[in-house]
């Protein structure tokens, strides 16, 4: 069996810095080398940035971005298996404002996990799961709890192509309470669910819409309570909190303070009533 090596090929001084930083951590034998430099035989895959791949010439090539090494570690490990065969991934995710998420191997044990900033941000993961991980099948299970971001993360999953399941979500939260997303995500993952075949619809009721004002009337300081149209935006997620708040408080022409705009994570595309 060939040696386990990875090869670090940037002129990116800043991508070099944390790549090479993130391997020695976990003592993963590394060359560095320049675009064009031979690479030796005993390199299995190879780490650089998205401007330089094409000109690297390997088999297995991993695009990396300064500041954004989201399940590198994991995606390292699966490039560098002897076999070529494509292996599944769980890919588990528990909603909420700023939804959990989990990456389980064929054998079950966890590879990557971590939290995204919005509902519709699982849709870049996706993305980079699937650059990451290009020779495994991708399946992703959405937790059953709450309803209209569950349905948000699953209308932002469906395009990208991969299988896309509700898992019933009892049991993998403790008493009720999201006290660690990413182990209800993992506990998601390992549920299988039912294949959902198309865009969710987004049920809104009116509770949930006067939820959003309340919260809107004490970020605000008591200034003003934000028109329903907007509070069924922010549920939507096509508005943020804190656009909605400014676009408001332009429409009468008062001033929002500061120290109430950044409460409750207002630019979170999620409506803020559950901070993770």
């Not at 064929?106 to 650059?131: D, I, M, N, Q, Y």
């Not at 804190?242 to 207002?266: D, F, I, M, Q, Y």
């Amino acid at each position: 069996m060939r040696d386990r090596w990875v090869g670090l090929v940037t002129r990116d001084p800043v991508l070099y810095g944390e790549v090479a930083a993130f391997l020695r951590e976990r003592r993963i034998p590394t060359v560095s080398l320049l675009p064009g430099q031979r690479i030796p035989s005993r390199v299995a895959v190879v780490v650089t940035s998205r401007e330089e791949a094409p000109r690297v010439l390997h088999p297995r090539v991993l695009v990396a971005s300064p500041g954004d090494l989201t399940a590198l570690g994991a995606a390292l490990r699966d490039a560098m298996h002897e076999d070529s065969a494509p292996r599944g991934l769980l890919v588990g995710i528990d909603p909420g404002p700023r939804p959990g998420y989990a990456v389980l191997g064929p054998t079950g044990a966890c590879l990557a996990e971590g939290v995204v900033e919005s509902p519709e941000a699982v849709a870049a993961l996706g993305r980079k799961l699937s650059r990451g991980f290009p020779r495994a099948h991708l399946t992703f299970r959405v937790g059953t709890g709450d309803h209209l971001r569950r349905n948000r993360i699953v209308n932002a999953l469906l395009p990208l192509g991969a299988p896309v399941e509700l898992a019933n979500e009892e049991g993998t939260t403790l008493q009720g309470r999201r006290q660690n997303d990413s182990l209800a995500a993992k506990a998601i993952a390992a549920t299988p669910g039912e294949r959902v075949r198309g865009q969710e619809l987004l049920r809104i009721t009116p509770g949930e819409v006067a939820n959003v004002q309340r919260i809107s009337r004490e970020m605000s300081g008591g200034l003003f309570t934000i028109p329903r149209e907007l509070a069924t935006s922010v549920l939507e997620g096509s508005t943020t909190m804190a656009e909605a708040l400014e676009r408001t408080a332009k429409k009468l022409g008062v001033t929002l303070p500061e120290a109430h705009t950044r409460r409750r994570g207002g630019s979170s595309r999620a409506s803020p009533p559950s901070a993770t």
